[in-house]
């Protein structure tokens, strides 16, 4: 199984703050890397597709870049509805598909 | 817009057969280019896909749970199912539904979610 792993586990930021997180899967993935935001009680939310790739609706202040073994999403100004977990996600061809532990972005 | 609904019991007693079913709206099965997923989140943890059926009928399941898993399609009813058997408390979890576009294979519709409990 392709392995991921996502760093920070967890960060406290602030409205207005940019936000990074890193996801790295442990072996090349190409493009094959989606990002979801999960509510308390919710279904995950689908955000970024193929790497960098912004799901229909999804505001533009979230982007995603890399490719190979490390990818990145960005919250370009965090607003208060984007405080909750974040989820990457290899689509690559060997299956099974895998995600990523998850980052939770909590207020300062 | 495509909606996804789980359906099933919620209490499952250990060694028994927890089954689900998902019914999808807005849109069929059978129109192709979509695979139907199965995830699971155990509590306060992470997610794992369980397997996916194409309205053909075939199937992947996740190695893990393999040995376990069946996952079926009723496309005269716009359903997806999901049996996974000699459960243990250890399969206590918010069970998924999902649609994922073939050859991309990102999910982009869920269902809910329904918690399922295995517990005597």
């Known amino acids: 199984d392709i392995q991921m792993t996502q760093s920070p586990s967890s960060l406290s930021a602030s409205v207005g703050d940019r936000v990074t997180i890193t996801c790295r899967a442990s072996?090349?993935?190409?493009?094959?890397l989606n990002w979801y935001q999960q509510k308390p009680g919710k279904a995950p939310k689908l955000l970024i597709y193929a790497a960098s790739s912004l799901q229909s609706g999804v505001p533009s202040r979230f982007s995603g870049s890399g490719s190979g073994t490390d990818f990145t999403l960005t919250i370009s100004s965090l607003q208060p509805e984007d405080f909750a977990t974040y989820y990457c996600q290899q689509s690559y061809s060997t299956l099974p598909f895998t995600f990523g532990p998850g980052t939770k972005v909590d207020i300062k | 817009q495509v909606q996804l609904q789980e359906s099933g019991p919620g209490l499952v007693k250990p060694s028994q057969t927890l089954s689900l079913t998902c019914t999808v709206s807005?849109?069929?099965?059978?129109?192709?280019?979509?695979?139907w997923s199965w995830i699971r989140q155990h509590p306060g943890k992470g997610l794992e896909w369980i397997g996916y059926?194409?309205?053909?009928?075939?199937?992947y399941y996740n190695p893990s749970l393999k040995s376990r898993v069946t996952i079926s399609v009723d496309t005269s009813k716009n359903q997806f199912s999901l049996k996974l058997s000699s459960v243990t408390a250890a399969d206590t979890a918010v069970y998924y539904c999902?649609?994922?576009?073939?050859?991309?294979?990102?999910?982009?519709?869920w269902g809910q979610g329904t918690l399922v409990t295995v517990s005597s």
């Open positions: 059926i194409y309205y053909s009928g075939s199937t």
């Open positions: 999902a649609r994922d576009l073939a050859l991309q294979y990102y999910f982009d519709y």
């Open positions: 072996q090349s993935i190409s493009s094959y």
């Open positions: 807005g849109g069929s099965i059978s129109s192709g280019g979509y695979y």
